[in-house]
């Protein structure tokens, strides 16, 4: 029992790690009903046991905690209370500018006062940090930190923030009701079994635990994994200092709950691990729940593990071999990406062409730089311009470290980079015509994440030299360090989520209270076959409230009622109603489409020109009626 507390988290990890491993599996043959749930539980946890049992390695039986020096029980916690004074107040101004209201940013009702607070917080952890604490305490600090950061469109967002989640929260929700739904895919089932299972025993909403998976991981599993990695390749006294200054890097993976971004974070674990000597069996697991969820991520994670298991029996193996096994895998790894991507898409290779054109857009660089802010504002844009830089020279002087300290494990790292630079390459000349833009877009963002997930040890080792560096130096050179990077951190939490000002306009709305009433209100109003034309938001809303209950078969084509922007022709007519006019004959349009009579045209007040088309609706809609004080008008149109 003593050892299992000692390793608690890793035991989480894993217990995770194999429900999902094992949810996905029972659920695609199966289904994720009351009895395949108990056999998913009594897999994982028989799973458990024999790791526990029969492969638990000496170095994690002699794994022992650094024994301080004896301090005053005031000395030790006065710093910490102040910090946690700080950053109570801070999330206290999160909650309290949390909105229903349809948001383009969650700084239009987040207070300047926050970026004080939490520039405040930041700057007072780093001096809590390089006090004489235990790790587990400073890790503890760095995971409140790391919350709060990641969970600003968490808490500032009432109803929910992005598109996705949505989707997922309503299949979770039909899967919970009848056990499963059809087509089953390949992928996201290990993200599904984890939260029916948890909502199933817990109690706890599927909506809540979507919101919350992927930024609560992070926090919770993130900086111990960095920790681990830094206790044998970087200065373990000032690991928990260089944590705190990757907050400066981009965040915007893990603030929004989605399969994808969750294999993003369990890809991180896996690398992080594999180069934590005294975890033995962690990465193949992580590797292995990493494909139940996404190929995307999971292909190459399980490349990759296998890559630093050859180089762990090296000198066992005959130079031909090596190189021989070497080879094999830096092909499979670039192909692992495209390949991934027939998996998900369910199509052949025959289906693809290449595409020169496609490969030249992604080399177009634009390096423009304007100065049209004040001074914080011109501060974080420069931090956002120059991202991409900073991290490129940040990684060649980790590689440049670690060849030094390490040169089998480095290029091992330089390898899978090349190898999924080559996939990247390959993927992006190939023309998937068989999807629209959005997706084949969708899917080719994607890559670089990848590429660059692979690179971030070599980051962190940089910064990990740069913070040894800063420690060593005078106490004004260490303050104004410290000061430096909380600016840049404080910038970084600005520029990781949706902004409207005068540099960006990320335009997209959020789903409000008033998307919500819309839905509720036409669904009341009538018992008969309906469809509605409307934006993504009040579509999201009708997802989130009636999920997938309404569906029409039209010529081998189910169409649901709603318009989904990447869900075809009911999307089009909409854009037809808002862009050109709100004609009759379109509805009609519309209605024969789906098959039915009675159909509804929904306008949100902040839409581009909403007054005109309001006026206009009126003219051709049999009845009409406002919403939430005129923040949507809705129409009826009826044969």
Request: glycine residues 4%; charged residues 15%.
């Amino acid at each position: 029992m003593k050892k299992i507390l000692l390793k608690l988290e890793e035991n989480i990890l894993i217990a995770l790690s194999l429900i999902m491993i094992w949810g996905s599996l029972i659920y695609y043959f199966y289904n994720l009903s009351w009895p395949a749930i108990i056999l998913t539980l009594f897999l994982s946890g028989l799973s458990f046991y024999l790791r526990a049992r029969f492969f638990q390695s000496k170095s994690e039986n002699q794994e022992k905690t650094p024994i301080l020096p004896q301090k005053n029980w005031l000395h030790t916690w006065w710093p910490i209370a102040i910090y946690l004074v700080i950053i109570s107040a801070t999330f206290y101004l999160l909650i309290k500018s949390s909105s229903s209201s349809a948001l383009i940013s969650p700084w239009q009702v987040v207070p300047q006062s926050f970026f004080w607070l939490y520039l405040s917080a930041t700057a007072w952890l780093f001096y809590v940090l390089n006090r004489q604490l235990k790790s587990n305490l400073k890790i503890w600090l760095l995971r409140i930190h790391y919350f709060l950061a990641f969970a600003i469109a968490v808490i500032v967002y009432q109803i929910g923030y992005g598109f996705d989640p949505f989707i997922h929260q309503a299949t979770m929700e039909l899967i919970d009701k009848q056990g499963f739904v059809l087509p089953k895919p390949l992928y996201y089932l290990g993200e599904y079994s984890l939260i029916i299972i948890f909502h199933k025993f817990s109690g706890l909403s599927i909506y809540l635990l979507n919101k919350m998976l992927v930024p609560l991981l992070s926090a919770l599993f993130l900086p111990k994994a960095i920790f681990s990695f830094l206790e044998k390749h970087g200065a373990p006294k000032r690991a928990a200092i260089s944590i705190l200054i990757l907050l400066a890097l981009p965040l915007n993976l893990f603030i929004l709950s989605t399969p994808q971004n969750l294999t993003y974070l369990w890809l991180l674990l896996v690398i992080f691990y594999s180069f934590a000597s005294h975890l033995s069996y962690l990465p193949l697991i992580l590797g292995l729940a990493t494909l139940s969820v996404h190929p995307l991520s999971g292909l190459p994670a399980l490349f990759f593990i296998a890559w630093h298991e050859l180089l762990k029996r090296k000198e066992k193996l005959k130079t031909f071999w090596w190189h021989t096994d070497n080879i094999i895998i830096w092909i499979l790894s670039a192909i692992s990406l495209p390949l991934s991507f027939t998996l998900v898409t369910g199509e052949s290779w025959r289906n693809l062409s290449f595409s020169i054109k496609g490969l030249v857009s992604i080399l177009n660089f634009n390096f423009s730089s304007t100065n049209l802010g004040g001074l914080v504002l011109n501060f974080c844009y420069l931090l956002a311009s120059n991202w991409l830089y900073i991290f490129i020279i940040f990684s060649l002087f980790g590689f440049y470290i670690w060849f030094k300290k390490n040169y089998d494990e480095a290029y091992l790292l330089v390898k899978m980079g090349t190898a999924l630079l080559v996939g990247f390459l390959l993927s992006a000349s190939l023309s998937f015509t068989f999807l629209i833009d959005y997706e084949r877009n969708n899917y080719i963002s994607r890559l670089p994440i990848l590429i660059s997930l692979f690179v971030l040890p070599s980051v962190v080792l940089a910064v990990d030299y740069l913070s040894t560096k800063i420690w060593r130096a005078t106490k004004t050179e260490i303050i104004s360090g410290w000061l430096l990077f909380s600016l840049l951190i404080s910038a970084s939490i600005y520029l990781s989520y949706p902004r409207l000002d005068i540099y960006n306009n990320s335009r997209g709305y959020s789903v409000s209270w008033a998307d919500i009433l819309a839905v509720k209100s036409i669904d009341k109003q009538t018992k008969n076959p309906y469809i509605v034309l409307a934006n993504q938001q009040t579509s999201v809303g009708a997802l989130k409230e009636l999920g997938f209950s309404h569906y029409f078969e039209k010529s081998g084509e189910s169409i649901f009622f709603y318009p989904i922007p990447t869900g075809g022709q009911l999307y089009q007519y909409y854009l037809e109603m808002v862009n050109d006019s709100p004609q009759r004959k379109t509805m009609e349009k519309a209605m024969d489409l789906a098959g039915v009579k009675e159909a509804y045209f929904a306008v949100s007040k902040y839409w581009w020109l909403s007054n005109r088309i309001i006026s206009e609706a009126k003219i051709t809609a049999n009845s009409y009626w406002e919403v939430d004080g005129g923040s949507i008008y809705v129409f009826k149109f009826i044969r």
